[in-house]
Protein backbone atom coordinates (compact mmCIF):
# COMPACT_ATOMS: atom_id res chain seq x y z
CA UNK A 1 0.00 0.00 0.00
CA UNK A 2 1.35 3.48 -0.86
CA UNK A 3 1.01 5.95 1.77
CA UNK A 4 -1.34 8.95 1.52
CA UNK A 5 1.59 11.68 2.05
CA UNK A 6 4.87 10.03 2.82
CA UNK A 7 8.21 12.09 3.71
CA UNK A 8 11.76 10.40 3.44
CA UNK A 9 14.86 11.40 4.69
CA UNK A 10 14.48 15.05 5.09
CA UNK A 11 17.42 17.25 5.98
CA UNK A 12 17.44 20.78 5.93
CA UNK A 13 19.69 23.34 7.59
CA UNK A 14 19.65 26.77 8.48
CA UNK A 15 23.41 28.06 8.28
CA UNK A 16 24.98 25.51 10.79
CA UNK A 17 21.63 24.45 12.51
CA UNK A 18 20.21 21.18 11.51
CA UNK A 19 17.15 21.66 11.24
CA UNK A 20 15.70 18.43 9.67
CA UNK A 21 17.91 15.61 9.86
CA UNK A 22 16.65 12.02 8.37
CA UNK A 23 13.50 12.65 8.83
CA UNK A 24 10.98 10.50 7.45
CA UNK A 25 7.23 9.52 8.30
CA UNK A 26 3.93 8.87 6.51
CA UNK A 27 0.13 9.65 7.13
CA UNK A 28 -2.70 7.84 6.65
CA UNK A 29 -5.54 9.34 4.84
CA UNK A 30 -8.80 10.50 6.74
CA UNK A 31 -7.02 10.99 9.38
CA UNK A 32 -5.99 13.68 11.86
CA UNK A 33 -2.55 13.06 12.41
CA UNK A 34 -0.65 15.40 15.55
CA UNK A 35 2.61 16.60 14.80
CA UNK A 36 4.14 17.40 18.45
CA UNK A 37 7.51 18.26 20.39
CA UNK A 38 9.54 20.18 21.81
CA UNK A 39 9.73 24.28 20.54
CA UNK A 40 12.98 23.76 17.65
CA UNK A 41 12.15 20.22 16.69
CA UNK A 42 11.62 21.04 13.20
CA UNK A 43 7.54 21.15 13.09
CA UNK A 44 7.22 24.10 11.23
CA UNK A 45 10.25 23.46 9.06
CA UNK A 46 8.55 20.19 7.92
CA UNK A 47 5.22 22.35 6.75
CA UNK A 48 7.79 24.46 5.12
CA UNK A 49 9.58 21.86 2.86
CA UNK A 50 6.27 20.17 2.27
CA UNK A 51 4.28 22.99 0.84
CA UNK A 52 7.39 24.05 -1.50
CA UNK A 53 8.19 27.05 0.80
CA UNK A 54 11.85 25.54 1.50
CA UNK A 55 14.15 23.70 -0.43
CA UNK A 56 15.20 20.51 1.40
CA UNK A 57 19.03 19.05 0.90
CA UNK A 58 17.77 16.07 1.13
CA UNK A 59 15.18 13.69 0.85
CA UNK A 60 11.79 13.28 -0.68
CA UNK A 61 8.30 14.19 -0.19
CA UNK A 62 5.25 12.01 -1.92
CA UNK A 63 1.98 13.03 -2.11
CA UNK A 64 -0.79 10.22 -3.00
CA UNK A 65 2.24 8.34 -5.42
CA UNK A 66 3.89 11.69 -6.91
CA UNK A 67 7.04 13.36 -5.72
CA UNK A 68 6.64 16.76 -4.85
CA UNK A 69 10.27 17.59 -5.39
CA UNK A 70 10.92 21.18 -7.04
CA UNK A 71 7.14 21.93 -6.55
CA UNK A 72 6.68 26.14 -6.07
CA UNK A 73 4.16 26.57 -3.48
CA UNK A 74 1.13 27.27 -5.58
CA UNK A 75 1.65 24.73 -7.58
CA UNK A 76 1.92 22.25 -4.15
CA UNK A 77 -1.61 23.95 -3.64
CA UNK A 78 -2.56 22.47 -7.25
CA UNK A 79 -2.20 18.94 -6.33
CA UNK A 80 -4.50 18.80 -3.01
CA UNK A 81 -2.43 20.14 -0.03
CA UNK A 82 -3.03 23.73 1.37
CA UNK A 83 -1.42 24.98 4.91
CA UNK A 84 -2.01 27.34 7.19
CA UNK A 85 0.69 29.60 9.36
CA UNK A 86 1.18 30.51 12.47
CA UNK A 87 0.79 34.03 12.70
CA UNK A 88 -1.98 33.64 11.10
CA UNK A 89 -0.61 35.70 7.63
CA UNK A 90 -4.48 36.94 6.96
CA UNK A 91 -5.10 39.69 4.64
CA UNK A 92 -5.58 42.21 7.84
CA UNK A 93 -7.17 45.34 4.94
CA UNK A 94 -9.64 42.48 3.07
CA UNK A 95 -13.04 41.00 4.31
CA UNK A 96 -13.26 37.72 5.94
CA UNK A 97 -15.38 37.05 2.54
CA UNK A 98 -12.59 38.50 0.55
CA UNK A 99 -10.04 36.29 2.51
CA UNK A 100 -11.71 33.13 1.44
CA UNK A 101 -12.19 34.46 -2.10
CA UNK A 102 -8.27 34.80 -2.57
CA UNK A 103 -8.21 31.27 -1.44
CA UNK A 104 -10.78 29.86 -4.17
CA UNK A 105 -9.00 28.33 -7.39
CA UNK A 106 -9.56 28.48 -10.98
CA UNK A 107 -11.13 32.72 -11.06
CA UNK A 108 -12.22 33.75 -14.22
CA UNK A 109 -10.71 37.49 -14.15
CA UNK A 110 -7.97 36.77 -11.58
CA UNK A 111 -5.94 38.41 -14.47
CA UNK A 112 -6.50 42.11 -16.18
CA UNK A 113 -8.17 40.74 -19.84
CA UNK A 114 -10.97 38.87 -18.56
CA UNK A 115 -11.57 41.72 -16.14
CA UNK A 116 -11.45 44.01 -18.89
CA UNK A 117 -13.06 42.79 -21.97
CA UNK A 118 -15.70 40.13 -20.36
CA UNK A 119 -17.15 42.15 -17.10
CA UNK A 120 -20.53 41.10 -17.54
CA UNK A 121 -19.27 37.28 -17.36
CA UNK A 122 -16.67 38.30 -15.00
CA UNK A 123 -19.72 39.68 -12.37
CA UNK A 124 -21.84 36.91 -12.58
CA UNK A 125 -18.64 34.09 -12.45
CA UNK A 126 -17.88 36.25 -9.38
CA UNK A 127 -21.14 36.50 -7.84
CA UNK A 128 -21.14 32.92 -8.35
CA UNK A 129 -17.86 32.35 -6.77
CA UNK A 130 -19.00 34.81 -3.84
CA UNK A 131 -21.83 32.06 -2.84
CA UNK A 132 -19.41 29.62 -2.87
CA UNK A 133 -17.33 31.40 -0.16
CA UNK A 134 -19.93 32.03 1.86
CA UNK A 135 -20.82 28.68 2.08
CA UNK A 136 -17.52 28.01 3.11
CA UNK A 137 -17.62 30.78 5.87
CA UNK A 138 -20.83 29.50 7.37
CA UNK A 139 -19.50 26.18 7.19
CA UNK A 140 -16.52 26.94 9.84
CA UNK A 141 -19.29 29.29 11.42
CA UNK A 142 -18.00 32.81 10.36
CA UNK A 143 -21.30 33.47 8.13
CA UNK A 144 -22.48 36.88 10.00
CA UNK A 145 -18.77 37.92 9.93
CA UNK A 146 -18.40 37.70 6.16
CA UNK A 147 -18.25 41.95 5.56
CA UNK A 148 -16.12 42.54 8.45
CA UNK A 149 -12.69 43.17 8.03
CA UNK A 150 -10.13 40.63 9.55
CA UNK A 151 -8.70 43.51 11.85
CA UNK A 152 -12.10 43.63 13.41
CA UNK A 153 -12.47 40.11 14.32
CA UNK A 154 -11.50 38.46 17.07
CA UNK A 155 -8.70 36.33 17.64
CA UNK A 156 -10.38 33.29 17.01
CA UNK A 157 -12.55 34.39 14.88
CA UNK A 158 -9.54 34.64 12.75
CA UNK A 159 -8.23 31.41 13.66
CA UNK A 160 -11.49 30.10 12.06
CA UNK A 161 -10.67 32.26 8.88
CA UNK A 162 -7.36 30.78 8.05
CA UNK A 163 -8.69 27.35 8.43
CA UNK A 164 -11.34 28.82 5.35
CA UNK A 165 -9.11 30.12 3.36
CA UNK A 166 -7.39 26.59 3.41
CA UNK A 167 -10.64 24.93 2.77
CA UNK A 168 -11.44 27.49 -0.57
CA UNK A 169 -8.33 26.40 -1.62
CA UNK A 170 -10.32 22.67 -2.31
CA UNK A 171 -7.38 21.06 -0.51
CA UNK A 172 -7.97 17.33 0.42
CA UNK A 173 -4.47 17.38 2.46
CA UNK A 174 -4.82 19.87 4.96
CA UNK A 175 -1.83 21.26 6.86
CA UNK A 176 -2.53 23.27 10.43
CA UNK A 177 -0.03 24.95 12.46
CA UNK A 178 -1.02 25.36 15.68
CA UNK A 179 -4.80 25.80 15.66
CA UNK A 180 -6.09 26.08 18.91
CA UNK A 181 -3.11 27.79 20.56
CA UNK A 182 -3.92 30.93 22.06
CA UNK A 183 -7.55 30.41 22.03
CA UNK A 184 -10.12 30.85 24.90
CA UNK A 185 -11.96 27.10 26.13
CA UNK A 186 -15.12 27.96 24.18
CA UNK A 187 -12.98 28.58 20.99
CA UNK A 188 -10.80 26.03 21.59
CA UNK A 189 -13.89 23.36 21.52
CA UNK A 190 -15.30 24.94 18.42
CA UNK A 191 -12.27 24.75 16.25
CA UNK A 192 -11.86 20.71 17.68
CA UNK A 193 -15.45 20.48 16.88
CA UNK A 194 -14.80 21.89 13.12
CA UNK A 195 -11.40 19.85 12.85
CA UNK A 196 -13.53 16.20 13.40
CA UNK A 197 -15.86 17.97 11.13
CA UNK A 198 -13.66 18.22 8.40
CA UNK A 199 -12.40 14.52 9.04
CA UNK A 200 -15.86 13.10 8.71
CA UNK A 201 -16.06 15.42 5.40
CA UNK A 202 -13.08 13.21 4.14
CA UNK A 203 -10.47 15.72 4.68
CA UNK A 204 -6.89 14.38 6.16
CA UNK A 205 -5.14 16.62 8.68
CA UNK A 206 -1.61 17.12 9.55
CA UNK A 207 -1.75 19.35 12.76
CA UNK A 208 1.06 20.82 14.72
CA UNK A 209 0.04 21.15 18.16
CA UNK A 210 1.44 21.84 21.61
CA UNK A 211 -1.53 21.67 23.34
CA UNK A 212 -2.00 17.96 25.05
CA UNK A 213 -5.15 18.06 25.99
CA UNK A 214 -5.95 19.06 21.99
CA UNK A 215 -3.81 16.33 21.10
CA UNK A 216 -5.81 13.68 23.00
CA UNK A 217 -9.33 14.31 22.02
CA UNK A 218 -8.52 15.02 18.33
CA UNK A 219 -5.41 13.23 17.02
CA UNK A 220 -5.98 9.65 15.65
CA UNK A 221 -2.15 9.31 15.38
CA UNK A 222 0.53 11.53 16.78
CA UNK A 223 4.23 11.71 15.07
CA UNK A 224 6.85 13.02 17.66
CA UNK A 225 9.36 15.30 16.69
CA UNK A 226 12.81 15.62 18.54
CA UNK A 227 15.69 17.85 17.18
CA UNK A 228 14.55 17.29 13.51
CA UNK A 229 13.78 13.60 14.02
CA UNK A 230 11.15 11.46 13.77
CA UNK A 231 11.48 9.95 17.58
CA UNK A 232 8.61 7.92 18.10
CA UNK A 233 4.65 7.66 16.65
CA UNK A 234 1.88 5.90 17.84
CA UNK A 235 -2.02 6.66 19.14
CA UNK A 236 -1.83 9.78 21.68
CA UNK A 237 -2.30 7.02 24.33
CA UNK A 238 1.07 5.58 23.82
CA UNK A 239 2.87 8.90 23.30
CA UNK A 240 1.52 10.49 26.14
CA UNK A 241 2.46 7.60 28.44
CA UNK A 242 5.73 6.78 27.62
CA UNK A 243 7.92 8.68 30.17
CA UNK A 244 11.14 9.08 27.83
CA UNK A 245 8.81 11.65 25.37
CA UNK A 246 7.48 13.50 28.80
CA UNK A 247 10.99 13.56 30.05
CA UNK A 248 12.21 15.38 26.63
CA UNK A 249 8.52 17.11 25.84
CA UNK A 250 8.21 18.94 29.64
CA UNK A 251 11.86 18.98 30.31
CA UNK A 252 11.88 16.98 33.12
CA UNK A 253 9.38 18.77 34.59
CA UNK A 254 6.94 15.66 35.29
CA UNK B 1 -12.02 79.16 -23.01
CA UNK B 2 -8.86 77.44 -24.18
CA UNK B 3 -7.44 78.16 -20.38
CA UNK B 4 -9.94 75.64 -19.66
CA UNK B 5 -9.74 73.00 -22.18
CA UNK B 6 -5.98 72.90 -21.74
CA UNK B 7 -6.65 72.47 -17.78
CA UNK B 8 -8.76 69.67 -18.55
CA UNK B 9 -6.84 68.39 -21.01
CA UNK B 10 -3.75 68.48 -19.25
CA UNK B 11 -5.06 67.14 -15.70
CA UNK B 12 -6.76 63.80 -17.98
CA UNK B 13 -3.58 62.93 -19.29
CA UNK B 14 -2.81 62.86 -15.52
CA UNK B 15 -5.18 61.16 -14.48
CA UNK B 16 -3.92 58.04 -16.52
CA UNK B 17 -0.70 58.83 -15.23
CA UNK B 18 -2.75 58.69 -11.54
CA UNK B 19 -4.24 55.56 -12.73
CA UNK B 20 -0.77 54.11 -13.47
CA UNK B 21 0.86 55.31 -10.39
CA UNK B 22 -1.97 54.27 -8.20
CA UNK B 23 -2.15 50.74 -9.65
CA UNK B 24 1.83 49.81 -8.67
CA UNK B 25 2.23 52.18 -5.55
CA UNK B 26 -0.95 52.28 -4.03
CA UNK B 27 -2.52 48.95 -5.16
CA UNK B 28 0.52 46.58 -5.70
CA UNK B 29 2.74 47.82 -3.05
CA UNK B 30 5.46 48.49 -5.61
CA UNK B 31 6.72 51.68 -4.75
CA UNK B 32 8.08 53.16 -7.61
CA UNK B 33 9.42 56.51 -8.51
CA UNK B 34 10.02 56.17 -12.09
CA UNK B 35 6.36 56.19 -13.54
CA UNK B 36 7.39 59.62 -15.17
CA UNK B 37 10.22 57.73 -17.61
CA UNK B 38 8.20 55.33 -18.46
CA UNK B 39 5.67 58.52 -19.77
CA UNK B 40 8.57 59.92 -21.54
CA UNK B 41 9.60 56.75 -23.20
CA UNK B 42 5.66 56.80 -24.73
CA UNK B 43 5.31 60.93 -25.68
CA UNK B 44 8.89 60.24 -27.45
CA UNK B 45 7.90 57.25 -29.46
CA UNK B 46 4.43 58.90 -30.43
CA UNK B 47 6.56 61.78 -31.67
CA UNK B 48 9.16 59.81 -32.98
CA UNK B 49 6.30 58.09 -35.30
CA UNK B 50 4.20 60.96 -36.52
CA UNK B 51 7.55 63.05 -36.99
CA UNK B 52 8.74 60.10 -39.02
CA UNK B 53 9.34 60.87 -43.31
CA UNK B 54 6.85 58.69 -43.79
CA UNK B 55 4.01 59.36 -40.97
CA UNK B 56 2.18 57.20 -39.24
CA UNK B 57 -1.45 58.21 -38.09
CA UNK B 58 -1.93 58.52 -34.12
CA UNK B 59 -3.54 55.59 -33.30
CA UNK B 60 -1.05 52.73 -34.30
CA UNK B 61 1.51 54.72 -33.04
CA UNK B 62 -0.08 55.23 -30.11
CA UNK B 63 -0.32 51.46 -29.86
CA UNK B 64 3.41 50.89 -30.40
CA UNK B 65 3.90 53.34 -27.62
CA UNK B 66 1.42 51.21 -25.62
CA UNK B 67 2.97 48.18 -26.25
CA UNK B 68 6.76 49.81 -26.04
CA UNK B 69 5.65 51.21 -22.14
CA UNK B 70 4.16 47.93 -21.45
CA UNK B 71 7.55 46.05 -21.95
CA UNK B 72 9.63 48.66 -20.28
CA UNK B 73 7.20 48.76 -17.47
CA UNK B 74 7.72 45.17 -17.19
CA UNK B 75 11.37 45.19 -17.25
CA UNK B 76 12.09 48.02 -14.90
CA UNK B 77 9.14 46.39 -12.44
CA UNK B 78 11.36 42.81 -12.39
CA UNK B 79 13.49 44.06 -9.59
CA UNK B 80 10.87 44.54 -7.37
CA UNK B 81 9.88 40.80 -8.02
CA UNK B 82 13.68 39.79 -6.21
CA UNK B 83 14.36 43.33 -4.74
CA UNK B 84 11.94 43.99 -1.86
CA UNK B 85 9.87 46.92 -0.33
CA UNK B 86 13.00 49.79 0.26
CA UNK B 87 15.66 48.87 -1.55
CA UNK B 88 13.06 48.72 -4.52
CA UNK B 89 12.88 52.35 -4.04
CA UNK B 90 16.98 52.75 -4.94
CA UNK B 91 16.58 50.89 -8.37
CA UNK B 92 13.52 52.57 -8.92
CA UNK B 93 14.93 55.84 -8.71
CA UNK B 94 17.93 54.83 -10.44
CA UNK B 95 16.04 53.56 -13.36
CA UNK B 96 14.47 57.36 -12.95
CA UNK B 97 17.83 58.78 -13.21
CA UNK B 98 19.23 56.97 -16.12
CA UNK B 99 15.97 57.85 -18.46
CA UNK B 100 16.84 61.60 -17.40
CA UNK B 101 20.23 60.64 -18.73
CA UNK B 102 19.42 59.16 -22.18
CA UNK B 103 16.86 61.94 -22.91
CA UNK B 104 18.98 64.77 -22.59
CA UNK B 105 21.43 63.27 -23.92
CA UNK B 106 20.60 61.14 -26.80
CA UNK B 107 20.26 64.25 -28.93
CA UNK B 108 19.17 62.73 -32.59
CA UNK B 109 16.47 60.35 -30.56
CA UNK B 110 14.94 62.56 -28.46
CA UNK B 111 15.90 66.60 -29.50
CA UNK B 112 18.61 66.15 -25.94
CA UNK B 113 17.86 69.03 -23.45
CA UNK B 114 16.29 71.08 -25.92
CA UNK B 115 13.34 68.62 -26.86
CA UNK B 116 11.49 68.33 -29.45
CA UNK B 117 9.31 70.91 -30.92
CA UNK B 118 6.38 71.01 -34.10
CA UNK B 119 4.58 67.42 -32.50
CA UNK B 120 1.91 67.23 -35.03
CA UNK B 121 -1.53 67.00 -33.49
CA UNK B 122 -3.31 63.50 -33.48
CA UNK B 123 -5.43 62.54 -36.19
CA UNK B 124 -8.12 59.91 -35.82
CA UNK B 125 -8.56 57.68 -39.24
CA UNK B 126 -6.79 60.41 -40.67
CA UNK B 127 -8.94 63.70 -39.82
CA UNK B 128 -6.55 65.50 -37.68
CA UNK B 129 -7.72 66.87 -34.17
CA UNK B 130 -6.70 70.28 -34.20
CA UNK B 131 -9.02 72.81 -32.20
CA UNK B 132 -8.18 72.01 -28.59
CA UNK B 133 -11.92 71.43 -28.00
CA UNK B 134 -10.90 68.02 -30.29
CA UNK B 135 -8.20 67.82 -28.50
CA UNK B 136 -9.84 68.09 -24.79
CA UNK B 137 -12.42 65.17 -26.17
CA UNK B 138 -9.69 62.82 -27.29
CA UNK B 139 -8.61 63.11 -24.25
CA UNK B 140 -11.36 62.55 -21.78
CA UNK B 141 -12.05 59.04 -23.95
CA UNK B 142 -8.31 58.04 -22.91
CA UNK B 143 -9.19 59.06 -19.11
CA UNK B 144 -12.91 57.56 -19.33
CA UNK B 145 -11.36 54.25 -20.67
CA UNK B 146 -8.41 54.51 -18.38
CA UNK B 147 -10.57 55.31 -15.67
CA UNK B 148 -13.66 52.38 -16.46
CA UNK B 149 -10.43 50.19 -17.03
CA UNK B 150 -9.13 50.60 -13.72
CA UNK B 151 -13.26 50.03 -12.18
CA UNK B 152 -13.88 46.69 -14.16
CA UNK B 153 -10.23 45.82 -12.73
CA UNK B 154 -10.19 46.56 -9.13
CA UNK B 155 -13.68 44.80 -8.51
CA UNK B 156 -12.71 41.87 -10.35
CA UNK B 157 -10.87 38.67 -8.86
CA UNK B 158 -8.04 39.87 -9.82
CA UNK B 159 -8.28 43.15 -8.19
CA UNK B 160 -8.48 41.57 -4.67
CA UNK B 161 -5.78 39.45 -5.88
CA UNK B 162 -3.56 42.76 -6.15
CA UNK B 163 -4.22 44.26 -2.78
CA UNK B 164 -3.46 40.85 -0.76
CA UNK B 165 -0.92 40.21 -2.81
CA UNK B 166 0.27 43.74 -1.05
CA UNK B 167 -0.59 42.79 2.61
CA UNK B 168 1.42 39.28 2.64
CA UNK B 169 2.88 37.30 -0.64
CA UNK B 170 4.07 34.83 0.75
CA UNK B 171 -0.15 34.05 1.96
CA UNK B 172 -0.97 34.66 -1.53
CA UNK B 173 1.17 32.04 -2.95
CA UNK B 174 -0.02 29.58 -0.36
CA UNK B 175 -3.29 30.15 -1.14
CA UNK B 176 -2.11 28.79 -4.99
CA UNK B 177 -1.94 31.60 -6.46
CA UNK B 178 1.13 32.91 -9.02
CA UNK B 179 2.08 35.84 -7.44
CA UNK B 180 5.08 36.94 -10.49
CA UNK B 181 2.49 36.76 -12.57
CA UNK B 182 0.16 38.63 -11.11
CA UNK B 183 2.43 41.67 -10.37
CA UNK B 184 4.02 41.34 -14.32
CA UNK B 185 0.30 42.10 -15.92
CA UNK B 186 -0.33 44.94 -12.75
CA UNK B 187 3.30 46.29 -14.28
CA UNK B 188 1.99 45.43 -17.85
CA UNK B 189 -1.05 47.25 -17.22
CA UNK B 190 0.85 50.52 -15.45
CA UNK B 191 2.88 50.59 -18.53
CA UNK B 192 -0.16 50.98 -20.76
CA UNK B 193 -1.50 53.78 -19.67
CA UNK B 194 1.54 56.06 -18.91
CA UNK B 195 2.15 55.16 -22.66
CA UNK B 196 -1.02 56.10 -23.83
CA UNK B 197 -0.58 59.27 -21.63
CA UNK B 198 2.60 60.13 -23.25
CA UNK B 199 1.67 59.99 -26.77
CA UNK B 200 -1.83 62.48 -25.68
CA UNK B 201 0.58 64.86 -23.89
CA UNK B 202 3.45 64.85 -27.04
CA UNK B 203 0.87 65.16 -29.39
CA UNK B 204 -1.59 68.08 -27.22
CA UNK B 205 1.94 70.22 -26.16
CA UNK B 206 2.99 69.41 -30.09
CA UNK B 207 6.43 70.17 -27.62
CA UNK B 208 8.23 67.72 -25.24
CA UNK B 209 11.69 68.01 -23.45
CA UNK B 210 13.06 66.22 -20.96
CA UNK B 211 12.49 68.26 -17.88
CA UNK B 212 8.59 66.90 -18.29
CA UNK B 213 9.61 63.49 -17.91
CA UNK B 214 12.68 64.14 -14.56
CA UNK B 215 12.42 62.80 -10.69
CA UNK B 216 10.49 65.85 -10.34
CA UNK B 217 7.82 64.37 -12.52
CA UNK B 218 8.01 61.33 -10.93
CA UNK B 219 7.57 62.91 -7.62
CA UNK B 220 4.62 64.92 -8.83
CA UNK B 221 2.42 61.58 -9.39
CA UNK B 222 3.91 60.33 -6.51
CA UNK B 223 2.18 63.54 -4.79
CA UNK B 224 -1.23 63.19 -6.79
CA UNK B 225 -1.60 59.72 -5.85
CA UNK B 226 -1.22 60.70 -2.17
CA UNK B 227 -2.84 63.78 -2.48
CA UNK B 228 -5.65 62.61 -3.99
CA UNK B 229 -5.92 59.19 -2.51
CA UNK B 230 -4.25 55.94 -3.00
CA UNK B 231 -5.69 52.86 -3.86
CA UNK B 232 -9.03 54.56 -4.88
CA UNK B 233 -9.80 55.49 -8.66
CA UNK B 234 -11.67 58.90 -7.40
CA UNK B 235 -8.11 59.45 -5.78
CA UNK B 236 -6.82 59.16 -9.09
CA UNK B 237 -8.94 61.36 -10.59
CA UNK B 238 -9.19 64.63 -7.56
CA UNK B 239 -5.09 64.30 -7.25
CA UNK B 240 -4.27 65.27 -10.76
CA UNK B 241 -7.02 67.94 -11.11
CA UNK B 242 -6.32 69.74 -7.88
CA UNK B 243 -2.53 69.51 -7.81
CA UNK B 244 -2.36 70.88 -11.69
CA UNK B 245 -5.37 74.16 -10.43
CA UNK B 246 -1.99 74.98 -7.91
CA UNK B 247 -0.05 76.95 -10.49
CA UNK B 248 -2.67 78.46 -12.04
CA UNK B 249 -3.58 79.66 -8.48
CA UNK B 250 -0.28 80.92 -7.75
CA UNK B 251 -0.14 82.66 -11.50
CA UNK B 252 -3.53 84.79 -9.20
CA UNK B 253 -1.06 85.94 -6.47
CA UNK B 254 1.72 88.74 -7.45
CA UNK B 255 4.48 86.49 -7.48
CA UNK B 256 7.47 86.97 -9.85
CA UNK B 257 7.61 84.24 -12.79
CA UNK B 258 11.31 83.51 -11.77
CA UNK B 259 10.96 81.97 -8.45
CA UNK B 260 6.94 80.82 -9.75
CA UNK B 261 8.75 77.24 -10.89
CA UNK B 262 10.76 76.82 -7.18
CA UNK B 263 7.41 78.08 -5.30
CA UNK B 264 5.91 75.11 -6.88
CA UNK B 265 8.13 72.87 -6.12
CA UNK B 266 7.99 73.93 -2.97
CA UNK B 267 4.29 73.61 -2.28
CA UNK B 268 4.43 70.26 -3.63
CA UNK B 269 6.94 69.62 -1.11
CA UNK B 270 5.04 70.69 1.64
CA UNK B 271 1.57 68.98 0.62
CA UNK B 272 3.72 65.43 0.05
CA UNK B 273 4.89 65.81 3.32
CA UNK B 274 1.74 67.20 5.42
CA UNK B 275 -0.22 64.69 3.55
CA UNK B 276 1.81 61.76 4.99
CA UNK B 277 2.07 63.07 8.48
CA UNK B 278 -1.64 63.94 9.03
CA UNK B 279 -3.39 62.46 6.36
CA UNK B 280 -2.01 59.12 4.57
CA UNK B 281 -5.21 58.43 3.37
CA UNK B 282 -5.38 61.44 1.15
CA UNK B 283 -8.95 62.98 0.13
CA UNK B 284 -10.31 60.23 -1.19
CA UNK B 285 -8.55 57.16 -0.69
CA UNK B 286 -7.50 54.30 2.24
CA UNK B 287 -4.05 54.32 4.08
CA UNK B 288 -0.54 53.95 2.35
Given amino acids: MTAYLEVVGLEKRFGGLLALQDCSFAIAERRITCLVGPNGAGKTTIFNVITGFLKPEEGSVTFRGRSLDGFTPQAVVHTGIARTFQNLRLFADLSALDNVMVGLQRQFAEEPLGAIFRPLHAARAQARRRE ?71 KTLLVVEHNTRVVQQIADDVLFLHQGHLMAQGTPQEIIADPALAEIYFGGAI | ?172 AAAGKNVLRAKVSAAALAGAFAGVAGGLYATFLSFIDPSSFDLDASILLLTMVVVGGARTLAGSIIGPFLLLALPQILTLLDIPTTIAAAMRQLLYGMLLILFMMFRPQGLAGERL
Fill in chain 1, 132 to 202: EARGILAHVGLADRANERVRNLSYGEQKLLTVARVLATGAELLLLDEPASGLSAGALDNIMALLRRLQNEG
Fill in chain 2, 1 to 172: MDFWFSYITLAEIYVLLGLSTNLLVGIVGIFSVSQAAVFGVGAYIVAYFLMAAEPMSFLPALGIAAVGCILLNVLVTLPSLRVSGDYFVVTSFGIQLLATAVFTNWTAGTGGANGLPGIPPPDLFHHPLESTGQLTLLCTAGAVLGCLAFFLIMRAPFGRLLRAIREDELAV
